[in-house]
């Protein structure tokens, strides 16, 4: 009950028994974060040990520690200024979806590129770096942006990257170990879609790693290989104990700026979704009785991204999803703090190390695969039914770089590439390489340029999609799109092809006497983006 004292004495309640039911709910999310970027580091980019136990992950827990403490400090000024105990802090951490996208996206191909992880990890840190300055100077320019630009484009995009770069490779490997990985999908898909409560309200996605970790070792016990354990490599989990505390790395961020072109083409779409995704969340919060400050969230989440990328942590930092959950079940100041405290000690001490080395990696796909799920749902489900064909056209170009990713894999374990084997010899077999060269490049602009192009022609506001084919016309021609590098007419066919689509729906817009229809009201549930 909120208190009746004045704003000028009232002191909040730093701990209340709610904080204990959200610290775990909240707790246990971010260990599950934490263990599956661990998953990534280890087996998907194969980076060292010792750079991922005693560089990266101590800079992740304290970037998680800084944030997790500034949200609890920011609702402690609130809860003051209006003399109230009711207050929750705002939820944040690891932005899931886009802890995928730079392993996916940009680390794992410039590893792959180079034949070197550390160049990958690199890459990551310039990622984080350029798009915490977009984060910071976007707290003041997103409300424009989210004004002008569809939220099927925006969304959309992500779909795209969910399915190709999020879902598939989880969902290959729930299926080449089905053992734990369909037993495991089913226990979270029962809970998360089909409302099951499992033993004393345990969230389920611990439950799905206990049952996969309990087959594994079990498996073993009986001679069996499920999910790949052995008490070698448990054993030597524990050489990673120890205490470790984050350095700076900026000649490593400096390093990465060699592959400034492709980090472009990616970290300034995901800003601005970041600026509306920060901008939704500040307003659930809202909605939800705490009214914080948009712009001083959204500069926070660039600020503290850019402390972790500093120290060797290539994740961006974000606002939560689910603030009014967290309240609802007691949630105040505390269990935001103590979620800090809870993963600056299990990342400073080597303590992810042990728990990695006793859960198998299959047993972490299908949280992945759901998650790459829940975003893909959530382009159709929070825009208008009539942009679903723009959401469609925004996951084709995500398709196309996916495909092109797996020719030049396979292409280069057998010793050799594209060129090499003949772009006609790969067209006769069916494989179109530079179609999916052209449309698979710059993809996030792509799919951004085409959903809101075709978005806007759905509602016949046929100048303002004229627009988003000359912004595309004007990306191409300097390679942020269609092209694996920024220049001067990299493809020009493509960016003389959007000029004239854009003067074709100018003339539509000054000459059809075409109508725009009404907007369409979003009827859909909510998502849960992180």
């Known amino acids: 009950m909120a208190s009746t004292a004045t704003p000028s004495s009232f002191k909040p309640a730093l701990w209340v028994p709610g904080d204990w039911n959200a610290f775990f709910g909240f707790g246990t999310n971010i260990l599950v974060n934490m263990l599956t970027l661990t998953a990534l580091l280890r087996y998907v980019l194969k980076l060292p040990d010792d750079l991922i136990f005693g560089r990266i992950l101590p800079a992740t827990g304290l970037m998680l520690f800084l944030s997790t403490m500034y949200y609890a400090w920011l609702g402690y000024g609130l809860a003051k200024k209006e003399g109230r105990n009711t207050v929750c802090a705002l939820p944040s951490g690891i932005s899931v979806p886009h802890m995928f996208v730079v392993v996916f996206v940009i680390m794992l191909p410039i590893a792959s590129l180079t034949g070197d992880p550390i160049k990958g990890w690199e890459a990551g840190l310039t990622w984080v770096f350029v798009q915490s300055f977009v984060l910071m100077a976007g707290g003041y320019i997103a409300p424009y942006i989210k004004m ?16 190709a770069f999020i879902s598939m490779r989880p969902a290959l490997e729930m299926y080449t170990d089905p053992v734990i990985g369909i037993v495991c999908f089913a226990i979270l898909l029962a809970s998360w879609f089909g409302g099951v409560r499992y033993f004393k309200g345990l969230p389920a996605g611990l439950i799905a790693i206990a049952v996969g970790s309990l087959i594994a070792w079990g498996g073993l016990a009986f001679g069996f290989n499920f999910g790949g354990m052995s008490v ?25 700026f060699q592959f400034i072109a492709v980090i472009l083409v990616t970290a300034i779409p995901f800003g601005i979704y970041d600026l509306v995704e920060a901008m939704d969340n500040v307003e659930s919060a809202e909605a939800g009785g705490d009214k914080f400050p948009t712009t001083r969230v959204i500069t926070a989440d660039g600020v503290i991204s850019l402390i972790g990328c500093c120290l060797g942590n ?3 930092n974000a606002v939560y999803i689910g603030h009014p959950g967290w309240k609802a079940i007691g949630g105040r100041l505390g269990y935001s703090a103590a979620t800090g405290v809870m993963v600056l000690v299990l990342s400073w001490f080597g303590i992810l190390a042990l728990m990695s080395a006793m859960i198998p990696l299959v047993a972490i796909s299908p949280i992945l695969l759901y998650i790459g799920m829940l975003i893909g749902a959530q382009a159709f489900q929070e ?12 996951l084709i170009p995500q398709v196309a770089g996916w495909g092109k990713l797996m020719v030049d894999n396979a292409l280069g374990a057998a010793g050799t590439n594209a060129a090499t084997v003949g772009l006609d010899k790969l067209a006769g077999t069916g494989v179109l390489y530079h179609g999916l060269e052209i449309l698979g490049s710059g993809a996030i602009l792509t799919s951004l340029i085409l959903a809101g192009l075709t978005a806007c022609m759905i509602d016949r506001t046929f100048a303002k999609a004229a627009m988003f084919s000359l912004a595309g016309a004007v990306m191409t021609f300097f390679g942020f799109m269609h092209s694996e590098a920024i220049g001067i007419a990299k493809t020009p066919a493509v960016a003389i092809a959007y000029l004239g689509v854009a003067a074709i729906l100018y003339g539509c817009a000054k000459y059809s006497g075409v109508k725009a229809r009404e907007p369409e009201p979003v009827h859909g549930d909510e998502a849960v983006a992180h």
């Open 232 to 256: 070698a490599k448990l054993g030597d989990s524990f050489a990673s104990f120890g205490f470790s505390v984050p350095l700076p790395v900026f000649g490593h961020i400096f390093s990465g």
């Open 383 to 394: 825009t208008p039914r009539s942009h679903a064909p723009a959401v469609i056209i925004s």
């Open 148 to 163: 002008i630009t569809p939220r099927a484009a925006l969304l959309g995009a992500l779909a795209g990257v969910s399915i």
């Open 314 to 316: 290539p994740f961006i």
